[in-house]
T-cell receptor
Framework: AQSVTQLDSHVSVSEGTPVLLRCNYS??????LFWYVQHPNKGLQLLLK??????LVKGINGFEAEFKKSETSFHLTKPSAHMSDAAEYFC?????????????FGKGTKLSVKP | DGGITQSPKYLFRKEGQNVTLSCEQN?????MYWYRQDPGQGLRLIYY???????QKGDIAEGYSVSREKKESFPLTVTSAQKNPTAFYLC??????????????FGPGTRLTVL
């Protein structure tokens, strides 16, 4: 069975400082992994995805994530936070060869950015 | 403009009433999904459909029903049997469900409140 754990429910950073949102996964298969962002009362937007190609994945808005199989992690980072990055972020796992392309969502990390 | 639309944005229901949430996509995607989002819970899958006239229960299907008569449309009915329907409902679509690699595109959501 697949699962995903986001290690922090809330992260607060100052504008211009680095962002680190942590995610660990569990999967019986080679996983596909995603990060989505959700602004208040909006739908989810894909930030980036890993599908067994390069382990360092670059996404939109300056975000990137590194797939580390030995640590079963897929942490999301950004060198310098912007006020517009304040939102909720979801780490998501889907298993290649698993059932029907279902996505398993983490419970989310709310990112606050202080001026 | 390609995308997914959901209507209405806000919906109020009296106890004992059925209500139907609309989801339409013009992305020519085969697969469509309904999720429920509660604070601190991430997203939970209600129903999904891989193709017209076919749909499958997700993790929390009790008290909900769907239909898929057209490729573009996947309406969700919240019935009076759903004991705690107040939540944010998100519709999504993807090219297919196979392989687990297909990213899902999300609509803007419908917030349902039971009075």
């Amino acid at each position: 069975a697949q699962s995903v754990t986001q290690l922090d429910s809330h992260v607060s950073v100052s504008e211009g400082t680095p962002v680190l949102l942590r995610c660990n996964y569990s999967s019986s298969y080679s996983p596909s992994l995603f990060w989505y962002v959700q602004h208040p009362n909006k739908g989810l937007q894909l930030l980036l995805k890993y599908t067994s190609a390069a382990t360092l994945v670059k996404g939109i808005n300056g975000f990137e994530a590194e797939f580390k199989k030995s640590e079963t992690s897929f942490h999301l980072t950004k060198p310098s936070a912007h006020m517009s990055d304040a939102a909720e972020y979801f780490c998501v796992v889907s298993a290649v060869g698993g059932s029907q392309g279902n996505l398993i969502f983490g419970k989310g990390t709310k990112l606050s950015v202080k001026p | 403009d390609g995308g997914i639309t959901q209507s209405p944005k806000y919906l109020f229901r009296k106890e004992g009433q059925n209500v139907t949430l609309s989801c339409e996509q013009n992305l020519n995607h085969d697969a469509m999904y309904w999720y429920r989002q509660d604070p601190g819970q991430g997203l939970r899958l209600i129903y999904y459909s891989q193709i017209v006239n076919d749909f499958q229960k997700g993790d929390i299907a009790e008290g909900y029903s769907v239909s898929r008569e057209k490729k573009e449309s996947f309406p969700l009915t919240v019935t009076s049997a759903q004991k705690n329907p107040t939540a944010f409902y998100l519709c999504a679509s993807s090219i297919s469900t196979s392989g687990g690699e297909n990213e899902q595109f999300f609509g803007p959501g419908t917030r349902l409140t039971v009075l």
